[in-house]
């Protein structure tokens, strides 16, 4: 069939069926509030931040509750069983645990709701008092949530924590908390045997049932002086001695969420039921038709706000939510046995969140498969790729007539079929994305990408991409709960007085704004400030930009910290710190872009060090500059680096993967440092701004 057949009438149907999202639509709108004078927007369907979607429904276990009555008889949470594990060997000796894992398997919202109940109980028999706090210190899973919303039916405070968490961080966390009871797997437990010499309150442990628990659990048992439980053996104490719940206000305190840690210490944000659902409130108004029939894919970390508040949305809607994790996404995601499925083939999800570097990912395998093939399979791709993005001028969700329909039959099946084939919609959150995987997944899948911008201290609530807004870059208008703000920061030269649209420090108002940090009241106050309404703002740091239209696009950085593709935080002053104690180094301005997952640096050469190493080489050069240009002495100054990077314990994606030797001091002179010789960073980016870009190239 020749292609540009099955294409000769598609721009009649594309400008008959489209209609342009770039006409004038209003999607947030300007607003006067109080606080700090700057240029403010609210989302245009709504006049005042929304708390809630829900008549009567003011916590997070009330919206459980409710939905657990009214979708009784409907799927909520899915599994799948491991049905074998094999090690599998590589040619190069390298050796990799594959799995084969059954069909899901599901609990119903009301089976749920009596295992959400059991846990409660079960609880107040292993002796958790109330005013003490609960960890859960393990990877997304069914047990995960039933284990918060337990906890939420006895106003019982959970800390969460991220199950990579090194070792000083997660003693900081569990210590600084106060933590009496923590609900961990098998690798968490381990962490916490080893670090149990340090750990000043935790008194109950509670095991999710995995591979291997037996031998973790004996060792917890004669090393420590823990009440140690599996979480099954805590439901069947709940289920024989029931236990009225004692619900919560929304002013409690919900969550802490400790952040990752890659900046130093975690901070612990305090998040109430009322903060978290005012986020869920609004996301509700964004996906339409979100109900009992979509399918929702979890496999992102619930210790992270985006998947917490996003599970929520799905249990609010009466969605079913299937557990994966990353490992064993797809088909050929690595820990997955050749020939058996991936979960999302197994669940063919409707709903995703995905983060940045899960669809770069998807793009790249895509790309790498059809370049492999060639010939015509690749021309046929090619085509339809092209007649797709040239029919962009409209909604993505116009009829597309018959050129849609044999476009998906011919390609575009096969590449949905990697998510399963049935995806709809897809959230973007955690980081940026790019505009070219953006518009690459629209194009393939078929569904749109709502790019979301939020913070924890924000409960993920900022601003929202629309549904019908095919633009790629922005991150939409301010969320239904959110006024987002933008004030001057004469410092960066950024002005809400910039034409042709205002520019300046993004801040978050509304009741989705959390209650602080916890015990850091210092910190709280550098970030949180009430207005004279008594509204309560966040100020992010982030610098942002508004559209004509009302949406906004994240642009800069304030401060010298910087979240890599996959989530990580990097913070520059403290990794340059760290690596000027190579002999080699003169100066370093670590360079970290978030599109990528992995830092570079421009390191200033000293001189002696460097000629002396290259004499005892051996090696003779005609200046100093030939001599930084070398790739054995780049080699060289990278070792040194990695050697104090890992002297420092700064964690693998601090570490630069690339790098370029200067050989020209940086002076204040030169405008590159300041008299107390601090980095310009900002004129060194854009000075060296080739350079940093072939580092990515």
């Known amino acids: 069939m020749n292609p540009f057949l099955v294409g000769l009438f598609a721009p009649v149907i594309a400008t008959l069926m489209f209609r342009n999202s770039k006409n004038g639509k209003k999607r947030g709108v300007p607003v006067e509030v109080g606080g700090e004078p700057g240029y403010a927007v609210r989302n245009y369907r709504f006049a005042e931040p929304v708390e809630t979607h829900w008549e009567g429904v003011v916590t997070l276990a009330e919206l459980f509750e409710q939905s657990c009555k009214r979708f009784a008889y409907m799927p909520l949470f899915g599994s799948r069983k491991l049905i074998a594990s094999e090690m599998e060997v590589t040619p190069d000796g390298r050796s990799f645990e594959k799995l084969h894992l059954g069909d899901y398997e599901w609990l119903s919202y009301g089976e749920a709701f009596k295992a959400v109940c059991n846990f409660s109980s079960g609880l107040v028999q292993i002796g958790h008092r109330n005013g003490e706090r609960l960890a859960i210190f393990s990877d997304t899973r069914a047990e995960w949530q039933i284990a918060l919303q337990g906890c939420f039916r006895r106003?019982?405070?959970?800390?969460?924590?991220?199950?990579?968490?090194?070792?000083?961080?997660?003693?900081?966390?569990?210590?600084?908390?106060?933590?009496?009871?923590?609900?961990?797997?098998?690798?968490?437990?381990?962490?916490?045997?080893?670090?149990?010499?340090?750990?000043?309150?935790?008194?109950?442990?509670?095991?999710?049932?995995?591979?291997?628990?037996?031998?973790?659990?004996?060792?917890?048992?004669?090393?420590?002086?823990?009440?140690?439980?599996?979480?099954?053996?805590?439901?069947?104490?709940?289920?024989?001695?029931?236990?009225?719940?004692?619900?919560?206000?929304?002013?409690?305190?919900?969550?802490?969420?400790?952040?990752?840690?890659?900046?130093?210490?975690?901070?612990?944000?305090?998040?109430?039921?009322?903060?978290?659902?005012?986020?869920?409130?609004?996301?509700?108004?964004?996906?339409?038709?979100?109900?009992k029939k979509d399918i929702y894919l979890a496999y992102l970390p619930l210790a992270h706000i985006l998947e917490l508040a996003a599970e929520a949305v799905m249990v609010a809607a009466g969605c079913a939510i299937g557990y994966g994790s990353p490992l064993t996404l797809t088909d050929t995601s690595n820990k997955i046995k050749n020939g058996t499925k991936g979960d999302a083939s197994a669940l063919r999800p409707t709903l995703m969140t995905a983060v940045p570097a899960i669809l770069d990912r998807v793009r790249d395998g895509v790309r790498k498969k059809v370049d492999t093939k060639g010939g015509i399979a690749k021309k046929l791709f090619d085509v339809a790729y092209g007649r797709r993005l040239a029919a962009i001028n409209g909604s993505w969700f116009g009829a597309w007539g018959l050129e849609k329909i044999l476009w998906d039959i011919l390609v575009f099946r096969k590449v949905r079929a990697i998510l399963g084939g049935h995806v709809r919609f897809l959230l973007s959150g955690g980081a940026p994305l790019s505009g070219d995987t953006q518009r690459f997944i629209n194009i393939c899948l078929g569904a749109p990408i709502g790019q979301g911008y939020g913070l924890t201290e924000t409960c993920a609530g900022g601003s929202f991409s629309e549904y019908d807004d095919t633009s790629v870059g922005r991150v939409g208008a301010p969320l239904s709960c959110s006024y987002v703000k933008l004030i001057d920061w004469p410092e960066g030269g950024y002005l809400i007085t910039d034409l042709p649209m205002p520019r300046g420090e993004i801040i978050i108002g509304g009741p989705n704004v959390t209650a602080g940090y916890f015990k850091n009241e210092e910190k709280t106050n550098e970030s949180y400030k009430v207005d004279e309404r008594g509204m309560r703002w966040f100020y992010t740091g982030d610098i942002g930009r508004f559209h004509p239209d009302g949406c906004l696009e994240i642009i800069d950085r304030k401060k010298d910290i910087v979240k890599l593709q996959h989530g990580e935080y990097v913070s520059l002053g403290k990794v340059e710190a760290a690596l000027s104690v190579s002999p080699y180094v003169d100066n370093i301005m670590v360079h970290a872009d978030p599109f990528h997952s992995y830092c570079v640096a421009l390191v200033v050469a000293a001189h002696s060090a460097i000629e002396n190493w290259a004499s005892n080489q051996g090696i003779t050069y005609s200046n100093f500059s030939e001599l930084c240009q070398r790739q054995d002495t780049v080699k060289e100054v990278l070792g040194s680096l990695q050697k104090a990077a890992k002297e420092a314990r700064l964690q693998k994606f601090e570490i630069p993967a690339k790098i370029i030797l200067l050989p020209e001091p940086w002076t204040p002179e030169s405008g590159l440092v300041t008299a107390a010789l601090k980095l310009k960073r900002e004129v060194i980016r854009k000075a060296f701004a080739d350079d940093l870009a072939s580092l990515y190239a």
């Open 155 to 291: 106003s019982i405070t959970v800390v969460t924590i991220y199950a990579s968490l090194g070792e000083e961080a997660l003693c900081h966390s569990l210590n600084e908390t106060e933590v009496t009871t923590v609900i961990c797997g098998r690798k968490e437990l381990k962490k916490l045997i080893d670090i149990s010499g340090q750990l000043d309150t935790v008194n109950r442990v509670i095991y999710l049932n995995d591979e291997g628990v037996p031998t973790e659990v004996s060792l917890a048992k004669k090393n420590t002086s823990w009440k140690v439980a599996s979480f099954e053996e805590v439901q069947i104490l709940g289920r024989e001695n029931s236990v009225d719940a004692d619900m919560p206000a929304s002013s409690d305190v919900a969550v802490i969420m400790y952040t990752s840690g890659s900046t130093g210490l975690p901070k612990g944000v305090m998040m109430t039921h009322r903060n978290v659902l005012s986020t869920v409130s609004a996301v509700m108004t964004i996906v339409p038709e979100l109900g």
